[in-house]
């Protein structure tokens, strides 16, 4: 049923790290790679060597720059599904293929019984839902369902795959439903919030905001501190030589 | 967003239909028309033939029509389940009256007791598709209290001017009819209006630099643009919550659909009050030929003059 669960035992979620973010979009990619093959697989892809490529994906990665009077900066912003406790992509859904798990609240589409009406996608502020055209179903964030909780990965691979994927660490993965858990104790820390609150789907998934820079200076620091102009050979030891000359004979 | 043509002719046809079908329960039941068999039958038949068309062509934008039976299973939550669930369950009063009206079986409390019956159920269907996009909070142009009422203003008003071309064809008069007929548009045209007046002044809701938090890092005066796009083509997200109409291109179709929907079936159905037969039919056929333009254009409005919230993380300042 599209009806919402009372109470979901776990809140799992993501927090996205704005500060730290680099829109590398290897979370994007990455979440492809698993998910094409995944629970919600495939995410087909409509010309995709063609003039007009486009597809289903999972999770976009948006760059702005954010600018005031004086000051102006670059903020990566990643954005997918954000597991809402009470979003209405569920309650519209007239077929009951759009549900929120009661263990974990994670909300996900069943792609045997949605008829792809679309309407979930109407109904969601965030644009996570993305209708595959070749499918004609539905498709968004499973939270990598079929990672999470796959006992034939190692330990260190039951994450999302996108969490696996960042390589600044700036997406977490946990239980937001259990103030004691790490992703809770950072979103504490760091003032964590949720996009579009006014909605009152109370969204699972947090953003930990941007930090200003220091305006001009930052990379006058770093010039100071980095010469760049040294040449980077003098600091090689024998074993990088090394390296370096058999690299060089086995490329040939 | 995207103006799905299957969804115009849905909503419009069944509209219609149900209008029909109501005006024909509350004239026959009242005996303000009589009962004859051939006219029953083919009013009947158009006012059905309209909605089931309509609900087949409903379902020719999903992605598996041959699943559309399982939309009856959420009507708890969802509007859509609702309007499917009705729309199905007002064929059965509706073909029963029609069945006893043209072979005479039943009485006078039996009838009337259908027509209630079908009147309610129509009333409710067409309430239902109205919620579907009233209770969008994602589209301040849709979740407005008077838009399920706009819905039922315009299925009745198209339904009658359908009505009255059918008694003019048939050579029944009926002042009450002719009455009702500019009763009906003059109400859909007031509630319409009001609706057009109420979008251009609502203003919007949310910025970009709220939607994604992004005015905590420079506080107000931070304002976000957009540097790079995530994907370099257009994704489904945009192509169909991303549909823009020229505000002024917006402002000449509305001009049009207030001639079409209602200035020009209002003329003709005064025309039809001469009491020229040959004047009636040719009124009649304007009006309905002008009201039909007129509500697919009025359609076509509703969806590409409604801004989605998504779009503010493309790049639109406000939605």
Redesign the interface.
């Known amino acids: 049923m599209t009806s919402l669960p009372e109470a979901t035992n776990k809140k799992l979620g993501l927090v996205i790290d704005l500060d730290i973010c680099v829109g590398c979009h290897a979370c994007a990619t990455s979440c492809k790679e698993w998910n094409t093959s995944g629970y919600s697989g495939p995410l087909t892809d409509q010309d995709p060597y063609g003039k007009d490529p486009h597809g289903s994906w999972l999770n976009r990665v948006h760059s702005y720059e954010v600018v005031s009077e004086t000051q102006s900066q670059t903020v990566h912003f990643p954005r997918s599904c954000l597991h809402c406790e009470e979003p209405d992509c569920v309650t519209v859904c007239p077929t009951g293929a759009s549900y929120k798990r009661e263990e974990d609240g994670i909300v996900l589409v069943n792609p045997d019984t949605c008829i792809g009406c679309k309407l979930c996608s109407w109904a969601c502020p965030y644009g996570a839902r993305e209708y595959d055209l070749d499918q004609g179903v539905m498709k968004k964030c499973t939270l990598c369902v079929d990672r999470i909780y796959n006992e034939t990965l190692d330990e260190v691979d039951r994450v999302p795959a996108c969490v696996r994927a960042c390589p600044t660490g700036a997406r977490h993965f946990g239980d937001l439903g259990d103030p004691t858990s790490d992703v809770s104790k950072l979103v504490e820390e760091r003032s964590g919030y949720d996009l579009l609150p006014e909605f009152d789907y109370k969204p699972v998934n947090k953003y930990l905001p941007p930090r200003a820079r220091k305006n001009g200076l930052a990379a006058a620091d770093v010039k100071q501190e980095i010469p760049l102009s040294q040449p980077q050979q003098n600091s090689k030891s024998a074993m990088d030589l090394i390296f370096s000359w058999a690299d060089k004979k086995l490329s040939r | 967003?995207h103006p799905s043509y299957s969804v115009i002719f849905f909503t419009t046809a069944s509209g219609a239909g149900y209008g029909l079908l109501i005006l024909l329960c509350l004239f026959g039941a009242l005996g303000l028309i009589p009962v004859e068999p051939l006219f029953m039958f083919t009013s009947f038949s158009i006012a059905l033939g309209l909605v089931t068309f309509g609900l087949i062509s409903s379902t020719f934008?999903?992605?598996?029509?041959e699943?559309?039976w399982?939309?009856?299973?959420?009507w708890?939550?969802?509007?859509?389940?609702r309007e499917?669930g009705a729309a199905v369950v007002s064929f059965i009063p509706a073909v029963l009256l029609a069945f006893g009206w043209i072979f005479s079986v039943g009485d006078e409390q039996l009838w009337s007791f259908l027509s209630a019956l079908t009147i309610l159920a129509a009333i409710v269907t067409i309430y239902c598709t109205g919620m579907?996009y009233a209770?969008?909070?994602?589209?301040r142009q849709w979740n407005l209290v008077l838009v399920p009422y706009v819905y039922l203003a315009l299925g009745l008003a198209t339904g009658a001017v359908l009505f009255q071309f059918l008694l003019i064809l048939f050579g029944v008069n009926s002042g009450w009819s002719l009455g009702v007929t500019l009763f009906l548009l003059s109400v859909a045209l007031v509630l319409k209006h009001l609706y057009w007046h109420s979008i251009d002044s609502l203003g919007t809701?949310?910025t970009a630099e709220?939607?994604?938090?992004?005015w905590?890092?420079?506080?107000p005066?931070?304002?976000?643009?957009?540097?790079?796009?995530?994907?370099?083509?257009?994704?489904?997200?945009m192509?169909?919550?991303g549909f823009k109409v020229a505000r002024k291109h917006a402002l000449k179709l509305r001009l049009y659909s207030y001639l079409c929907l209602f200035l020009i079936p209002i003329l003709m159905i005064c025309v039809a009050l001469l009491g020229v037969n040959w004047l009636s039919v040719i009124g009649g056929l304007i009006a309905l030929g002008a009201v039909s333009i007129g509500v697919i254009l009025e359609r076509w409005l509703f969806f590409a003059e409604a801004t989605?919230?998504?779009n503010v993380?493309?790049g639109m300042e406000a939605a």
């Open positions: 967003m934008h999903l992605g598996h029509p699943r559309a399982r939309a009856f299973s959420q708890k939550t969802s509007w859509l389940s499917g579907i209770s969008l909070r994602t589209i809701k949310y709220a939607a994604t938090g992004l905590r890092l420079f506080g005066s931070g304002k976000i643009t957009p540097l790079d796009p995530p994907h370099s083509t257009p994704n489904f997200v192509r169909e919550m989605h919230t998504v993380f493309y």
